[in-house]
């Protein structure tokens, strides 16, 4: 599997990232940042899902989005230094390419193909951040759940989830009884065909149906942003 961003750049740009590209695996619960952290590397996922999560004063977490191969972990550094905002946590083991962030702002000066990745990625994090913050305040915690749960599948291409229902309760920010009960609903439904612990094996088809609409909906602006940016020629100045 590729990443789409690295994927979206031409071979003179891609060519001069890859001395500095290692690949890494991306394990089960790693901690990628932490709020406060300085960004020390960029991360750019192959496979695997990483969930960004936001720690309230009163010990409680929300996720605000969940980061695959379509994106990247820590690339907007390069925007100017500021510490890490959230914890970046992966919740499904797989393989990134890692860069030195000092490194990839020094190749980010050079190249017009990679600040244009750069605000493709920019692009689907502000959606992905406006069409969560709408979901979670319209939509019910089952349709919620129902949404999260397809979004991982997405990126893991797979029907068995590596999620345990303390990390869902984290991630969605209930209370684990409430996902406890919802989980029980979406398996009496079909929607869910087992849950062992640390698993959750899915219907996608019946998900769906239990999901509200913003899972599609985010799939495709997701589409409309890749195949927008891409088709846009890239300007060979430095703005101003």
Request: hydrophobic share 45%; glycine share 6%; proline share 5%.
């Given at each position: 599997m590729h990443n789409r961003l690295l994927a979206t750049l031409p071979q003179a740009d891609l060519d001069m990232l890859a001395p500095e590209l290692q690949k890494v695996a991306l394990d089960q619960d790693a901690?990628?940042?932490?709020?406060?952290?300085?960004?020390?590397?960029v991360f750019f996922p192959h496979s695997g899902a990483i969930s960004l999560m936001i720690d309230m004063a009163d010990g409680q977490t929300v996720s605000t989005a969940v980061v695959g191969r379509e994106g990247?972990?820590?690339?907007?550094?390069?925007?100017?230094?500021?510490?890490?905002?959230?914890t970046a946590v992966v919740r499904a083991a797989g393989t990134a390419s890692r860069i030195?962030?000092?490194?990839?702002?020094?190749?980010f000066n050079r190249s017009?193909?990679?600040?244009?990745?750069?605000?493709?990625?920019?692009?689907?994090?502000?959606?992905?951040?406006?069409?969560?913050?709408?979901?979670?305040?319209?939509h019910p915690v089952?349709?919620?759940?129902?949404?999260?749960?397809?979004h991982f599948s997405d990126r893991i291409d797979h029907d068995?989830?590596?999620?345990?229902?303390?990390?869902?309760?984290?991630?969605?920010?209930?209370?684990?009884t409430t996902v406890t009960v919802l989980m029980h609903d979406l398996r009496a439904s079909g929607a869910i065909k087992s849950h062992r612990r640390g698993q959750i094996e899915i219907d996608r088809s019946?998900?769906?149906?239990?999901?509200?609409?913003?899972?599609g909906t985010m799939r495709l602006e997701l589409e409309k942003i890749f195949a927008?940016?891409?088709?846009?020629?890239?300007?060979?100045?430095?703005?101003d």
């Amino acid at each position: 599997m590729h990443n789409r961003l690295l994927a979206t750049l031409p071979q003179a740009d891609l060519d001069m990232l890859a001395p500095e590209l290692q690949k890494v695996a991306l394990d089960q619960d790693a901690v990628l940042s932490r709020p406060g952290d300085q960004i020390e590397n960029v991360f750019f996922p192959h496979s695997g899902a990483i969930s960004l999560m936001i720690d309230m004063a009163d010990g409680q977490t929300v996720s605000t989005a969940v980061v695959g191969r379509e994106g990247a972990i820590g690339i907007l550094s390069v925007l100017g230094p500021s510490p890490s905002g959230v914890t970046a946590v992966v919740r499904a083991a797989g393989t990134a390419s890692r860069i030195r962030a000092s490194r990839f702002h020094a190749v980010f000066n050079r190249s017009p193909a990679i600040r244009h990745a750069v605000q493709i990625h920019a692009r689907t994090m502000l959606m992905k951040f406006q069409l969560g913050m709408a979901c979670n305040a319209l939509h019910p915690v089952k349709a919620r759940i129902a949404r999260w749960l397809l979004h991982f599948s997405d990126r893991i291409d797979h029907d068995l989830l590596p999620l345990t229902q303390e990390a869902l309760s984290q991630m969605i920010g209930v209370r684990r009884t409430t996902v406890t009960v919802l989980m029980h609903d979406l398996r009496a439904s079909g929607a869910i065909k087992s849950h062992r612990r640390g698993q959750i094996e899915i219907d996608r088809s019946r998900l769906a149906i239990a999901a509200c609409e913003c899972h599609g909906t985010m799939r495709l602006e997701l589409e409309k942003i890749f195949a927008i940016s891409t088709a846009r020629p890239i300007s060979l100045a430095m703005p101003d």
